[in-house]
């Protein structure tokens, strides 16, 4: 008896440690076998249909401005249409009690009034937080987040995300974005992850594992959508929906990997670039959408358009002749899901086309199989409908406390002349700029709504940078002076005389929000109007510390030098404020480390592996700060950099080790980066490639192992004749300053 006992309580702790996971099932693979055989041709196609709340929306309460929807319309489109899918907010951030009204309004009709039951998916960009319900914690932007080099936070970033959007009623959201930040001008730059294929994949996974296996309840596991499939990250001429051109080599070497990574961690939705590779517009490209993502990766989820871009191939592209043929060609391409997202149009043409014998209908039976799949796994079979316990820690103090450290982490101290910082709390200072007094600025783009710029949308209790440094020096010893908006002078006279009674000037700098195409600018460069009065303030003589919130890297290189300290924030979300001055007055020590390499020019972008070439003759590669890049208010010393073998052969794996000391007087983390050099290749290899991060902290005086395990395969790269291989050769371990080297047999 007593063994029994201890038997079924070990089971029972066993049960519990294990982190339920969304994913495919034999199980469910048959039951969605019987389900297609039951459906009807149009039945089928309403789940390829994906629309937009707008188009259910009544009108706006005139009190509460909540929305109101038009049932009669909804019902149409679930009844009459069959459709699979919903998505958006219908025009701003909704409430939670809202959003659970709208999705068991939806569910309602699906799973209690439609022939076969099936319940529809509603999915939702929930980019940095669950950016579109009220009171949600809005964490930093991927790009910011990027910079603490935290897998485990980034992975409790991921799961508070997918728990408040799951507490919403919502099941599907649409990212990560996987696409490399290698090209700053980009008005998406701040949705990755960075410029280092390894940063982006491991970040990548983080954020799906959150998602998919979620470890606070298994009742908040959400479908993640990797996007946008693939190379939309880098347009030629630095607009957003513009080609981009990426040889095939480059597209496995460099655009590919991170997908790769997330289908191997069971993600199931994706969504394709809205733009073109090559002069192909990737949702007409059947080699990139199925003989790459479905046959060669083996991904088993589905494949959703973005935004009206199936028409785009008639309308914009002029790639089919009529809107039916565009329909035609991205469904025989791979696309499973339309996103239309405002009418029947895909519907009636997809339906007719099959009749027509012009789509076959095994392509509709494989994209509504991987549809169902997802559905299956999201659970939305067992239950469609808002789980109200999830209520309970939605916008808690918890996921607060989440969120101020990885602000705090992510961070970047990117110049301290003289130690100026941090700052004593006994000071008299100044804070000025177009970003010291706003929340809006520090969230960016998709915060409550699209453009994120509504600031009386944004919680009243939450703190700008002006108000976190007032609460942590007294507001009688803070000058505020606005000094210049982003586009004209305000009291920027007024501000520089103030100065002569502070001791030091905090300049927030930057950029408004944004994103997407309107967020596309013309030059890279701190606009005149904010470099004019960096410049005039720098010239009172007194300590100019500049602080900026920014989406994506702007050149502020004709300022930096007359600068004291500079602490690049990024978008660091809504504990950005508090974060900030921990960082200004020391509470927190920074440890951040650049995502990408910031540039000095709006001519010159270069990237930290660039080719031997970029370095040759009178080519030098140049930045204004380099990849990896950030300080912190200890010092760290590395020593003893070991590799187990020196020689390793192409199927084993390889040990570094490096210890890593804290020789300064207060704790602090350090992020070890660990890069390889291949020193001969039969292509041209970059000078380095980031292979591993580990962050750890230490206390003064306390040293720790960090260690690595690589295997020859991560060494591999694409050839000349496109596959990828592994050569024989030697190569270079690079930590810090720390030199080793091996040798693959
Ligand atoms: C964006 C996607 C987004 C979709 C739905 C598109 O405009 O490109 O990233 O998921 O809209 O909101």
């Known amino acids: 008896m007593k063994l029994f006992k201890a038997t079924f309580l070990f089971i029972l702790i066993l049960l519990s440690t294990i982190v339920a996971q969304l994913k495919v099932t034999e199980k469910n693979e048959s039951k969605i076998e019987e389900l297609i055989s039951k459906m009807t041709l149009e039945e089928k196609v309403g789940q390829m249909t994906q629309l937009t709340l707008g188009t259910f929306i009544e009108k706006r309460d005139s009190e509460s401005d909540e929305l109101i929807l038009n049932l009669k319309k909804l019902r149409e489109a679930i009844l009459d249409y069959h459709i699979g899918s919903i998505l958006n907010t219908g025009g701003a951030a909704n409430s939670i009690t809202k959003w659970h009204e709208i999705i068991s309004t939806i569910s309602d009709i699906s799973v209690k009034e439609t022939r076969l039951r099936i319940p529809v998916l509603y999915g939702i960009d929930a980019i940095h937080g669950t950016n579109y319900t009220i009171g949600a914690t809005l964490f930093p932007h991927s790009i910011t987040l990027a910079a603490s080099r935290n897998r485990e936070l980034a992975r409790k970033v991921a799961e508070i995300t997918a728990y408040e959007t799951k507490a919403s009623g919502i099941p599907w959201n649409f990212n990560p974005v996987l696409g490399l930040g290698r090209q700053p001008l980009w008005s998406r730059f701040f949705e990755t992850y960075g410029e280092s294929v390894y940063l982006v994949s491991e970040m990548g996974r983080e954020h799906i594992l959150g998602h998919q296996e979620n470890s606070i309840s298994s009742d908040a596991n959400v479908l993640a959508c990797m996007k946008h499939y693939m190379g939309y990250s880098i347009p030629l001429n630095g607009q957003d929906r513009t080609p981009a051109w990426i040889p095939e080599r480059q597209l496995r070497e460099m655009f590919l990997p991170p997908f790769t990574k997330a289908v191997d961690s069971g993600v199931l939705t994706v969504m394709i670039n809205s733009a073109e590779i090559n002069g192909i517009p990737v949702h007409s490209d059947y080699h990139i959408l199925t003989e790459i993502l479905k046959e060669e990766l083996g991904f088993k989820g589905f494949v959703v358009s973005d935004w009206e871009d199936i028409k785009r191939l008639y309308d914009r592209d002029k790639v089919a002749e009529t809107p039916e043929e565009a329909v035609r060609m991205a469904v025989m391409a791979g696309v499973d899901m339309s996103m239309v997202p405002h009418d029947f149009t895909f519907y009636n043409h997809l339906v007719k086309l099959v009749k027509e014998g012009k ?82 600025v520090l969230n960016g783009g998709w915060s409550f709504t699209w453009q994120g710029n509504n600031e009386s949308l944004y919680p009243k209790e939450k703190l700008t940078i002006l108000e976190a440094v007032e609460e942590k020096v007294g507001t009688e010893n803070v000058k505020y002076i606005e000094g210049i908006t982003f586009e004209e002078n305000i009291n920027r006279d007024k501000a520089l005389a103030e100065s002569e009674n502070v001791d030091v000037i905090f300049l927030c700098l930057g950029e408004p929000t944004y994103c997407e195409t309107p967020g596309n600018i013309d030059n890279l460069e701190l606009p005149e109007i904010q470099l004019n009065y960096a410049k005039k303030l720098a010239a009172t003589g007194k300590p100019v510390i500049l602080i900026l919130a920014e989406g994506r890297p702007r050149v502020f290189h004709k300022i930096s030098e007359e600068m004291e300290g500079i602490i690049l924030a990024m978008l660091p979300g809504l504990e950005g404020g508090p974060a900030i001055a921990n960082i200004i007055f020391g509470d927190t020590n920074p440890s951040g480390k650049l995502p990408f390499t910031y540039p000095n020019s709006v001519n010159k972008f270069t990237t930290y592996d660039y080719k031997p070439i970029e370095k040759f003759d009178v080519n030098s590669p140049s930045w204004e700060y380099p990849f990896g890049y950030g300080l912190g208010y200890t010092t760290f010393e590395y020593s003893n950099l070991e590799l187990s073998n020196k020689e390793l052969r192409k199927n084993d794996k390889l040990t570094i080790k490096v210890t890593i000391k804290n020789t300064g007087s207060i704790i602090g983390k350090e992020s070890a980066e660990l890069y390889i050099s291949d020193k001969i290749g039969s292509v041209s290899r970059p000078v380095k490639e980031l292979k591993g991060f580990e962050k750890v902290q230490l206390k003064p005086g306390e040293s720790k192992v960090v260690t690595f395990k690589i295997s020859a395969n991560d060494l591999s790269f694409i050839g000349r004749d496109n596959r990828r291989i592994i050569e024989s050769g030697n190569f270079e371990v690079t930590i810090s300053k720390l030199h080793n080297s091996f040798k693959i047999l």
């Open 359 to 440: 789509v076959p209908m095994a392509r509709i039976d494989d994209a509504v199989t991987r549809i169902l799949r997802a559905k299956y796994a999201a659970g939305l079979f067992d239950n469609a409908y808002p789980i109200k316990s999830l209520v309970e820690k939605f916008g808690s103090k918890d996921f607060a406390k989440v969120n101020l450290q990885s602000a705090e982490e992510s961070i970047i101290l990117l110049k301290n002349k003289n130690k100026i910082l941090p700052i004593s709390k006994n000071k008299k200072v100044m804070v000025t700029g177009p970003t010291a007094n706003k929340l809006s």
